[in-house]
């Protein structure tokens, strides 16, 4: 490859503020950034893909207990955790636009509302989890194991005293479950147990990946809302703002297939 | 040293001429392939070293002919590999339906061995030459490989499944047997020695000192883990007969839990048996409830050997009585009302 | 400034107008320490990681010594077999992780890519840096698992002894591996946008030299395929702290899932480490036949065809494990497609030397050896996609002897390659050529009694990761020790004479070995800060030897 007698002259050239040393233009710049969002954000999905094929392969060779291990998941929390994740991606789509026209309040009030709503979908999940702890459903030293059995047979034989009385989704007393010395508990229904620990085990693995991304999230909305108040951005440089949209959107889609993966499993009913 | 020094294993098996001519094959397209690049590569250099710094060879972007040869050839050359190897492979993964059976354990760090008749050995494999063998192998603990190189054979050996390979015996005489997958601190001490043997040596040595068979103490194990309860045999049975149901396609009603379409079958195979055991919901027979227990923690891998063993023995009429000492269990007792009770 | 007449054919000694020591270049600049660690200028970066690969490759090779020296007796009488089990858990995870991956495109790619581009820097200068710190970073933490006691799982880390029975510190190395896996993502990530918007004026994808093709092709397989390894090596870390079974059966989970997820890294991963090695070849080659690269445009989709099929291959590892005949038959086929692409670019490299000017500088050298070794690993890859022979060498020394072929006789040697050959334009200095061609040889020679003897191992049955073994197998065990001697000698001559080099080696002018591509056409040795003053305009097709290529850099 040659060169030709023509080169180009590019230094004492004007920079522009925001344009980076390395960079031409601000058109390369932004492309460059844009691009190299999308290409984090592959790998992104190659991460979580991982989790989401063990999790796609124990499914299947489970199913049954995947549903019964579901149906312990509550599905209104869930729900709303989706509508909030939802309106945060809103919110952070009105403040890429308002950095687009140029609005700098606006586009750091959007961004620390943003904030807020993953605060409360970090909120409901921390009411989920403290109440999974509690019922000693987290997949440590704590699991029920033979509890969960206990639980599956107390629960159906409660259900069948009350002959559909509505059984909510309760936990039964101390009094209802089987004693410990029945002689046909024991050994029987480790293996199930097995496998809702390992539904609860994907279950926390997914979602604190995920609460995690959001909690990175956070700091790099809260540090963009920053430099947004103090007018960096404007309608020639916005790439920042639009690429921590990008990442947000991609936190909502993988909440997006989680939801119906974890939590739709079952069918919930007359639970 | 120099004593022991050998260039090539031993053939001692059916199969090791079969993977010796493919080798051969690999190799002499090995040996071709690469002195042509080498004789080519110092030729090249030699003949064309740098004269004068002055000259400018003339470029040469490609040549249609020669690019489509040197890509079809080696297209054509590895389809061949590939067919010859994929037949080698069958031959090697197939055992033939009357080969004698050996049931193989591998464990930190050692194997052991069963024979049906009832011999078993530690870290040594007798078998006669000229039969085909068919070893099942599983594992207690983390993955090993059960490998046999004078054979060409191995096989990986997973716990919580079964996998197997076989072998037909050629020569006599005494062969390395090798585990062939890290498994720990003594993973080069889990060797042993598989000892070839004419047929009448064989059959001498199954009759020295064997325990008794396989199948027996297994007989023994389904009286004692009370399979008999419920396996009955007769009108008052709580559990499907045993009897005649190996390598029979058994008609299924669920697979964990979840009712499936009817007619669906399950071939019964040593693995079917042993899931049956481990995990009995996970397919139950038509017509049948799931109430069985499971023996996870109850039994070792040896004793569902032996058991299984014993079922696959089993013939009509042969199930053993059930006597005072193996009461009927609680659980028909309670009369548990709910089917999904399990 | 110096023009070029595009109608000469005569080729004149360089006139050495610029290159001069007392200019200010990269290197000169500005020699506090503060100015080398948080710089951001991506050819400091790549010295950076030079000095950190090279402790690392030290301290893999020294793993080697004890390992070769164990086995040259059947007995286990100089390290105990777990302090054997650690050595080569260590070795591979120290050459693989930290210094074969990392190596030619930390290195050499973050110096040169550039400057091939003529860009100013990467796309994401910072984010490189921050790369180099996860590297140091995951460093310190692998060593740290080292100096705590060790892992004994093999690199491979298969479970449930890994998740389950293993005493080791797993999740450690785990976790440094873990980190050091995102500085290969992001340097991926960095390479993938400074090929796609960094290029200079008239640089089309089709004029861009081989080794960009080559980079873009390990950044893109990078990219995709290690945090597939982070996400397992995360469930292995939560299998060993909170005994959920993931992948041991004992509590319901596959242990053979694990090794589906494992290789689905670990396969594309050994692309990473030759893809570069092949994308130097390329530049060598031409530069030292003074010719261009035969096949062009079949040589960079070859490239990226390598990374794609990598994808699809990785159950080739599992024969023997019990997947299903089908399946194994399946991914044989698949990976007999990998091996033609790999022949194609070495007939065509023979193509390209046919005809030409040779000449045999240390990285030529260092290039031929390439041909023949890499051919010979590749080859005998055949024996392990066929179904029929693999079931026999599986997890045999003819494993061990067929990658150390392609990643020490093929990538090691295509780094070594790129070294020399970039040498003088990172650092301005010739080296002796003398010693270069003996440390070469040395290796070549070193290399071949090493590892020939194991393919013959394997054949006889020896299995891998044996630190006692029956005595039939020690006079081939004796020879490859013997060997590896031999090859540590060719490693470390360059530690000496190339460190001499860089203080008191003749200087270089911009382009010593006359090449055509920008690297060398547009920037000093050593370059100046920001590479050049003006952005060049590309208007031919690479490879493109015309007569003068002198330096047309102007000041």
Same mark, same amino acid.
Request: proline share 5%.
């Given at each position: 490859?040659?060169?030709?007698?023509?080169?180009?002259?590019?230094?004492?050239?004007?920079?522009?503020?925001?344009?980076?040393?390395?960079?031409?233009?601000?058109?390369?710049?932004?492309?460059?950034?844009?691009?190299?969002?999308?290409?984090?954000?592959?790998?992104?999905?190659?991460?979580?893909?991982?989790?989401?094929?063990?999790?796609?392969?124990?499914?299947?060779?489970?199913?049954?207990?995947?549903?019964?291990?579901?149906?312990?998941?509550?599905?209104?929390?869930?729900?709303?955790?989706?509508?909030?994740?939802?309106?945060?991606?809103?919110?952070?789509?009105?403040?890429?636009?308002?950095?687009?026209?140029?609005?700098?309040?606006?586009?750091?009030? #959007?961004?620390?509302?943003?904030?807020?709503?993953?605060?409360?979908?970090?909120?409901?999940? %921390?009411?989920?989890?403290?109440?999974?702890?509690?019922?000693?459903?987290?997949?440590?030293?704590? #699991?029920?194991?033979?509890?969960? #059995?206990? #639980?599956?047979?107390?629960?159906?034989?409660?259900?069948?005293?009350?002959?559909?009385?509505?059984?909510?989704?309760?936990?039964?007393?101390?009094?209802?479950?089987?004693?410990?010395?029945?002689?046909?508990?024991?050994?029987?229904?480790?293996?199930?147990?097995?496998?809702?620990?390992?539904?609860?085990?994907?279950?926390?693995?997914?979602?604190?990946?995920?609460?995690?991304?959001?909690?990175?999230?956070?700091?790099?909305?809260?540090?963009?809302?920053?430099?947004?108040?103090?007018?960096?951005?404007?309608?020639? %440089?916005?790439?920042?703002?639009?690429?921590?949209?990008?990442?947000?959107?991609?936190?909502?889609?993988?909440?997006?297939?989680?939801?119906?993966?974890?939590?739709?499993?079952?069918?919930?009913?007359?639970? | 040293?120099?004593?022991?020094?050998?260039?090539?294993?031993?053939?001692?098996?059916?199969?090791?001429?079969?993977?010796?001519?493919?080798?051969?094959?690999? @190799?002499?397209?090995?040996?071709?392939?690469?002195?042509?690049?080498?004789?080519?590569?110092?030729?090249?250099?030699?003949?064309?070293?740098?004269?004068?710094?002055?000259?400018?060879?003339?470029?040469?972007?490609?040549?249609?002919?020669?690019?489509?040869?040197?890509?079809?050839?080696?297209?054509?050359?590895?389809?061949?590999?590939?067919?010859?190897?994929?037949?080698?492979?069958?031959?090697?993964?197939?055992?033939?339906?009357?080969?004698?059976?050996?049931?193989?354990?591998?464990?930190?760090?050692?194997?052991?061995?069963?024979?049906?008749?009832?011999?078993?050995?530690?870290?040594?494999?007798?078998?006669?030459?000229?039969?085909?063998?068919?070893?099942?192998?599983?594992?207690?603990?983390?993955?090993?490989?059960?490998?046999?190189?004078?054979?060409?054979?191995?096989?990986?050996? @997973?716990?919580?499944?079964?996998?197997?390979?076989?072998?037909?015996?050629?020569?006599?005489?005494?062969?390395?047997?090798?585990?062939?997958?890290?498994?720990?601190?003594?993973?080069?001490?889990?060797?042993?020695?598989?000892?070839?043997?004419?047929?009448?040596?064989?059959?001498?040595?199954?009759?020295?000192?064997?325990?008794?068979?396989?199948?027996?103490?297994?007989?023994?194990?389904?009286?004692?883990?009370?399979?008999?309860?419920?396996?009955?045999?007769?009108?008052?049975?709580?559990?499907?007969?045993?009897?005649?149901?190996?390598?029979?396609?058994?008609?299924?009603?669920?697979?964990?839990? @979840?009712?499936?379409?009817?007619?669906?079958?399950?071939?019964?195979?040593?693995?079917?048996?042993?899931?049956?055991?481990?995990?009995?919901?996970?397919?139950?027979?038509?017509?049948?409830?799931?109430?069985?227990?499971?023996?996870?923690?109850?039994?070792?891998?040896?004793?569902?050997?032996?058991?299984?063993?014993?079922?696959?023995?089993?013939?009509?009429?042969?199930?053993?009585?059930?006597?005072?000492?193996?009461?009927?269990?609680?659980?028909?007792?309670?009369?548990?009302?709910?089917?999904?009770?399990? | 400034?110096?023009?070029?007449?595009?109608? !000469?054919?005569?080729?004149?000694?360089?006139?050495?107008?610029?290159?001069?020591?007392?200019?200010?270049?990269?290197?000169?600049?500005?020699?506090?320490?503060?100015?080398?660690?948080?710089?951001?200028?991506?050819?400091?970066?790549?010295?950076?990681?030079?000095?950190?690969?090279?402790?690392?490759?030290?301290?893999?090779?020294?793993?080697?010594?004890?390992?070769?020296?164990?086995?040259?007796?059947?007995?286990?009488?100089?390290?105990?077999?777990?302090?054997?089990?650690?050595?080569?858990?260590?070795?591979?995870?120290?050459?693989?992780?930290?210094?074969?991956?990392?190596?030619?495109?930390?290195?050499?790619?973050?110096?040169?890519?550039?400057?091939?581009?003529?860009?100013?820097?990467?796309?994401?200068?910072?984010?490189?840096?921050?790369? =180099?710190?996860?590297?140091?970073?995951?460093?310190?933490?692998?060593?740290?698992?080292?100096?705590?006691?060790?892992?004994?799982?093999?690199?491979?880390?298969?479970?449930?002894?890994?998740?389950? =029975?293993?005493?080791?510190?797993?999740?450690?190395?785990?976790?440094?591996?873990?980190?050091?896996?995102?500085?290969?993502?992001?340097?991926?990530?960095?390479?993938?946008?400074?090929?796609?918007?960094?290029?200079?004026?008239?640089?089309?994808?089709?004029?861009?030299?081989?080794?960009?093709?080559?980079?873009?092709?390990?950044?893109?397989?990078?990219?995709?395929?290690?945090?597939?390894?982070?996400?397992?090596?995360?469930?292995?870390?939560?299998?060993?702290?909170?005994?959920?079974?993931?992948?041991?059966?004992?509590?319901?989970?596959?242990?053979?899932?694990?090794?589906?997820?494992?290789?689905?890294?670990?396969?594309?991963?050994? =692309?990473?480490?030759?893809?570069?090695?092949?994308?130097?070849?390329?530049?060598?080659?031409?530069?030292?036949?003074?010719?261009?690269?035969?096949?062009?445009?079949?040589?960079?989709?070859? !490239?990226?065809?390598?990374?794609?099929?990598?994808?699809?291959?990785?159950?080739?590892?599992?024969?023997?494990?019990?997947?299903?005949?089908?399946?194994?038959?399946?991914? !044989?086929?698949?990976?007999?497609?990998?091996?033609?692409?790999?022949?194609?670019?070495?007939?065509?490299?023979?193509?390209?030397?046919?005809?030409?000017?040779?000449?045999?500088?240390?990285?030529?050298?260092?290039?031929?050896?390439?041909?023949?070794?890499?051919?010979?690993?590749?080859?005998?890859?055949?024996?392990?996609?066929?179904?029929?022979?693999?079931?026999?060498?599986?997890?045999?020394?003819?494993?061990?002897?067929?990658?150390?072929?392609?990643?020490?006789?093929?990538?090691?040697?295509?780094?070594?390659?790129?070294?020399?050959?970039?040498?003088?334009?990172?650092?301005?200095?010739?080296?002796?050529?003398?010693?270069?061609?003996? !440390?070469?040889?040395?290796?070549?020679?070193?290399?071949?009694?090493?590892?020939?003897?194991?393919?013959?191992?394997?054949?006889?049955?020896?299995?891998?990761?044996?630190?006692?073994?029956?005595?039939?197998?020690?006079?081939?065990?004796?020879?490859?020790?013997?060997?590896?001697?031999?090859?540590?000698?060719?490693?470390?001559?360059?530690?000496?004479?190339?460190?001499?080099?860089?203080?008191?080696?003749?200087?270089?002018?911009?382009?010593?070995?006359?090449?055509?591509?920008?690297?060398?056409?547009?920037?000093?040795?050593?370059?100046?800060?920001?590479?050049?003053?003006?952005?060049?305009?590309?208007?031919?097709?690479? =490879?493109?030897?015309?007569?003068?290529?002198?330096?047309?850099?102007?000041?």
């Amino acid at each position: 490859m040659s060169t030709t007698n023509e080169t180009i002259q590019d230094h004492g050239q004007h920079h522009h503020k925001d344009l980076a040393h390395h960079f031409d233009t601000l058109e390369q710049q932004h492309d460059a950034n844009t691009l190299g969002m999308w290409a984090f954000l592959l790998t992104e999905v190659l991460f979580f893909g991982g989790l989401f094929a063990a999790y796609t392969i124990y499914r299947y060779k489970y199913s049954a207990m995947f549903e019964e291990a579901s149906n312990h998941l509550d599905i209104t929390l869930g729900a709303t955790n989706t509508v909030i994740l939802i309106l945060s991606s809103l919110t952070m789509a009105l403040a890429v636009r308002c950095s687009q026209t140029g609005n700098s309040l606006w586009t750091g009030r #959007w961004l620390l509302i943003t904030i807020a709503f993953g605060l409360m979908f970090l909120g409901v999940k %921390y009411v989920e989890w403290k109440h999974d702890y509690h019922i000693h459903l987290m997949p440590g030293k704590d #699991w029920s194991g033979k509890d969960w #059995w206990h #639980w599956q047979y107390a629960k159906k034989a409660k259900e069948m005293d009350t002959h559909g009385k509505g059984a909510g989704h309760s936990y039964p007393d101390k009094k209802d479950v089987i004693a410990d010395n029945d002689p046909s508990l024991g050994v029987r229904g480790i293996q199930e147990s097995q496998q809702a620990r390992l539904f609860f085990l994907l279950y926390f693995c997914m979602t604190s990946l995920h609460a995690l991304h959001m909690l990175v999230g956070f700091v790099l909305i809260g540090i963009i809302a920053y430099f947004a108040y103090q007018g960096a951005y404007s309608p020639e %440089y916005y790439s920042p703002v639009e690429n921590i949209g990008l990442y947000w959107h991609f936190v909502d889609i993988v909440w997006i297939f989680l939801f119906p993966l974890l939590y739709l499993l079952g069918a919930h009913m007359g639970h | 040293m120099f004593e022991e020094f050998k260039w090539l294993p031993e053939q001692a098996s059916t199969i090791a001429p079969e993977v010796d001519m493919l080798t051969l094959f690999i @190799v002499i397209v090995t040996v071709l392939i690469s002195l042509l690049v080498g004789v080519l590569t110092i030729g090249f250099a030699v003949a064309f070293r740098r004269k004068s710094e002055s000259y400018i060879p003339a470029p040469w972007f490609g040549c249609i002919p020669l690019e489509i040869g040197w890509t079809l050839i080696p297209v054509f050359i590895c389809l061949i590999m590939f067919t010859w190897g994929v037949k080698v492979y069958s031959n090697i993964v197939i055992p033939p339906a009357d080969a004698m059976e050996l049931y193989a354990v591998g464990r930190q760090w050692m194997w052991k061995i069963q024979h049906p008749e009832g011999q078993r050995e530690i870290n040594a494999l007798h078998v006669p030459i000229g039969r085909p063998v068919k070893v099942t192998l599983t594992s207690e603990d983390v993955i090993h490989c059960f490998s046999i190189p004078a054979f060409r054979i191995k096989q990986d050996v @997973v716990p919580g499944r079964y996998s197997s390979l076989w072998f037909q015996a050629t020569k006599t005489g005494t062969y390395q047997l090798f585990c062939s997958e890290y498994c720990g601190t003594e993973h080069s001490r889990m060797i042993g020695k598989v000892i070839v043997m004419e047929e009448a040596d064989y059959q001498k040595w199954l009759s020295e000192g064997a325990e008794s068979g396989s199948a027996l103490q297994g007989r023994k194990l389904y009286t004692k883990l009370q399979c008999v309860t419920c396996h009955t045999g007769n009108a008052e049975a709580k559990a499907p007969n045993l009897e005649g149901i190996y390598r029979k396609h058994i008609p299924i009603s669920h697979i964990d839990g @979840v009712k499936i379409k009817d007619g669906t079958k399950v071939f019964a195979d040593d693995s079917y048996i042993r899931e049956s055991i481990l995990y009995p919901n996970a397919k139950v027979a038509a017509g049948w409830e799931s109430i069985m227990p499971t023996y996870q923690g109850l039994v070792t891998e040896e004793e569902l050997l032996q058991v299984i063993a014993y079922i696959k023995s089993l013939n009509q009429g042969q199930t053993p009585p059930r006597t005072e000492e193996t009461p009927t269990p609680a659980i028909i007792q309670n009369k548990n009302p709910s089917k999904e009770v399990n | 400034m110096a023009t070029v007449s595009l109608e !000469s054919k005569t080729f004149e000694k360089f006139p050495d107008i610029v290159g001069r020591h007392d200019e200010v270049n990269y290197l000169n600049h500005d020699h506090s320490v503060a100015s080398w660690l948080f710089t951001l200028d991506h050819k400091r970066i790549g010295l950076l990681y030079l000095v950190t690969i090279t402790l690392m490759f030290l301290l893999g090779g020294a793993l080697a010594g004890a390992i070769r020296l164990e086995l040259l007796t059947p007995k286990g009488d100089f390290l105990t077999a777990d302090t054997y089990n650690k050595a080569f858990t260590a070795h591979g995870i120290i050459m693989l992780f930290f210094f074969l991956i990392p190596s030619i495109p930390a290195v050499l790619g973050n110096f040169v890519v550039p400057l091939m581009i003529g860009a100013k820097d990467v796309a994401f200068p910072r984010l490189n840096l921050f790369s =180099y710190y996860l590297y140091f970073a995951g460093s310190v933490i692998a060593l740290t698992a080292l100096l705590l006691g060790g892992v004994d799982t093999g690199w491979t880390f298969y479970t449930p002894f890994s998740s389950t =029975y293993s005493n080791s510190y797993v999740v450690v190395m785990a976790s440094g591996l873990f980190v050091v896996g995102f500085s290969s993502i992001l340097t991926g990530l960095n390479f993938i946008i400074t090929v796609h918007r960094m290029r200079c004026p008239g640089l089309t994808w089709f004029r861009l030299p081989l080794f960009i093709w080559a980079i873009y092709a390990t950044s893109v397989v990078q990219l995709l395929g290690t945090p597939v390894i982070a996400v397992t090596l995360g469930l292995l870390g939560v299998e060993r702290v909170l005994g959920v079974g993931i992948f041991d059966p004992r509590l319901g989970g596959d242990p053979i899932l694990f090794q589906h997820l494992f290789w689905f890294y670990s396969h594309p991963a050994v =692309y990473i480490m030759i893809l570069p090695s092949l994308g130097v070849t390329s530049e060598v080659i031409a530069t030292f036949s003074r010719k261009n690269v035969f096949g062009y445009h079949i040589i960079a989709f070859s !490239s990226i065809a390598i990374a794609v099929f990598g994808f699809i291959v990785w159950a080739h590892h599992m024969f023997t494990t019990g997947i299903s005949p089908y399946a194994a038959m399946v991914f !044989s086929l698949l990976t007999f497609s990998v091996a033609i692409p790999s022949g194609i670019k070495v007939f065509s490299w023979l193509a390209t030397m046919y005809g030409g000017s040779i000449s045999f500088d240390t990285p030529m050298i260092y290039a031929f050896g390439f041909l023949g070794l890499f051919t010979i690993g590749g080859m005998t890859g055949l024996f392990l996609s066929t179904l029929g022979t693999d079931i026999h060498l599986h997890d045999t020394y003819f494993i061990v002897a067929h990658f150390h072929y392609i990643m020490v006789g093929g990538a090691i040697m295509g780094y070594m390659a790129g070294i020399h050959y970039w040498w003088p334009k990172m650092t301005g200095r010739m080296y002796s050529e003398f010693w270069g061609k003996l !440390s070469a040889g040395i290796t070549f020679i070193g290399f071949n009694f090493t590892f020939f003897p194991q393919f013959i191992l394997g054949y006889l049955g020896m299995p891998r990761r044996y630190y006692e073994y029956p005595d039939e197998f020690q006079v081939l065990n004796v020879f490859s020790s013997a060997g590896a001697s031999i090859l540590a000698i060719g490693y470390i001559m360059p530690l000496f004479y190339m460190t001499y080099s860089f203080f008191f080696g003749e200087k270089a002018s911009s382009n010593p070995f006359g090449a055509s591509t920008l690297d060398w056409t547009n920037t000093t040795s050593p370059p100046s800060p920001h590479n050049f003053e003006k952005t060049p305009i590309v208007t031919e097709e690479p =490879y493109h030897f015309h007569g003068k290529e002198a330096a047309v850099v102007n000041h």
